[in-house]
Nanobody
């Protein structure tokens, strides 16, 4: 069973920063694009950021300039650096590994932005 394991969520004040991490099996990480999605209460799960094996990235418009996705191929880990956090960034953040319609998901980590 493929496991993606997220960490780094928590409570942060508006304007603060958090870094999420997601560790994946090497067999997945080496060939799959990796991404972060989020789901707020009562809303659908949406893409936040994604990165290909070659390092190309794309971001949701709402997080451009504030969030940065990166991957460490030696550690089979993908990161999401989140700066200038806003209350509307509050959600459960899910790590995803996707290739050709096949998707693997982590269990999610909660990020709460509140004063």
């Amino acid at each position: 069973q493929v496991q993606l394991v997220e960490s780094g969520g928590g409570l942060v004040q508006p304007g603060g920063s958090l870094r999420l991490s997601c560790a994946a099996p090497g067999s997945i990480f080496s060939i799959y694009a990796m991404g972060w999605y989020r789901q707020a209460p009562g809303k659908q799960r949406d893409l936040v950021a994604a990165i290909t094996t070659g390092g190309s990235t794309n971001y949701a418009h709402s997080v451009k300039g504030r969030f940065t996705i990166s991957r460490d191929n030696a550690k089979n880990t993908v990161y999401l650096q989140m700066n200038s956090l806003k209350p509307e960034d509050t959600a459960v953040y899910y790590c995803n590994g996707g290739l050709g319609g096949i998707n693997y998901w982590g269990k999610g980590t909660l990020v709460t932005v509140s004063s």
